[in-house]
Every structure is written in structure tokens, then in C-alpha cells.
């Protein structure tokens, strides 16, 4: 793993014109693409200044939900291959039906 994994944030964007229900069945043409699915978490934050601390940013933070991220593993390669990132291996996306504020998770959430 390169060492700025742990410095820099790890995120791409994806297509958000199309999600899945938090009960839906996942639709995918073949299994052959690979298909997997991802626990992540989303955070939904308000208006987070450019170049933030991480405490200024943590107070930005106003919900987490969980996300079913879904996956085509074998499309993922020559996507990567032009340069541009993910797209097609990155079908639409499910939410948790729930989102909770940070306060709701007391302790837990540091």
C-alpha cells in the first residue's frame, strides 16, 4: 500500500443519478462481471471549508449511514487501464434505510 494512504482520503465519484432501494435486489446482467458487494460507510456532512482541519471537518459531520457499494470486479481493470477511474464496475449504490447523527452513537463513534 503506498504510504499516503493513511494521509491523503481515499474516495472516487461515482454515478448519483441511480440508486437502489435499502431492500432492492441488486440487478446484474451477468455474474461473469464479478459482482461483490462493499460495506462502507456513508457521512453526510454540511457546508466543510476547502483545506479544513480534521476537527473543523468533524463538526461538519451531521449523519452516517451504511452503504451496500456494489462492484463489478471484472470490468474494474480495464477501466483503470484509461485512466479516468471507475464508471461501469460501479452500478448503482444502496443506502441503510436509517441515518444517525454522530451523538447517537455515544462512545462508539471515536
Given at each position: 500500500?503506498?504510504?499516503?494512504?493513511?494521509?491523503?482520503?481515499?474516495?472516487?465519484?461515482?454515478?448519483?443519478?441511480?440508486?437502489?432501494?435499502?431492500?432492492?435486489d441488486?440487478?446484474?446482467a451477468?455474474?461473469?462481471?464479478?459482482?461483490?458487494?462493499?460495506v462502507?460507510?456513508?457521512?453526510i456532512?454540511?457546508?466543510?471549508?476547502?483545506?479544513?482541519t480534521?476537527?473543523?471537518a468533524?463538526?461538519?459531520?451531521?449523519?452516517?449511514?451504511?452503504?451496500?457499494?456494489?462492484?463489478?470486479?471484472?470490468l474494474?481493470?480495464?477501466?483503470?487501464t484509461?485512466?479516468?477511474?471507475?464508471?461501469?464496475?460501479?452500478?448503482?449504490?444502496?443506502?441503510?434505510?436509517?441515518?444517525?447523527t454522530p451523538?447517537?452513537?455515544?462512545?462508539t463513534?471515536?
Amino acid at each position: 500500500m503506498p504510504p499516503e494512504f493513511w494521509t491523503d482520503p481515499l474516495m472516487y465519484q461515482g454515478g448519483s443519478d441511480d440508486f437502489i432501494g435499502a431492500t432492492d435486489d441488486i440487478v446484474c446482467a451477468s455474474e461473469s462481471y464479478g459482482i461483490d458487494f462493499e460495506v462502507e460507510v456513508a457521512v453526510i456532512t454540511s457546508d466543510v471549508q476547502m483545506a479544513s482541519t480534521p476537527d473543523e471537518a468533524l463538526r461538519g459531520i451531521r449523519l452516517l449511514m451504511l452503504v451496500n457499494d456494489v462492484s463489478l470486479r471484472n470490468l474494474i481493470p480495464s477501466e483503470l487501464t484509461k485512466g479516468f477511474g471507475f464508471f461501469q464496475s460501479k452500478p448503482a449504490t444502496a443506502f441503510s434505510p436509517v441515518a444517525v447523527t454522530p451523538d447517537e452513537l455515544g462512545e462508539t463513534w471515536r
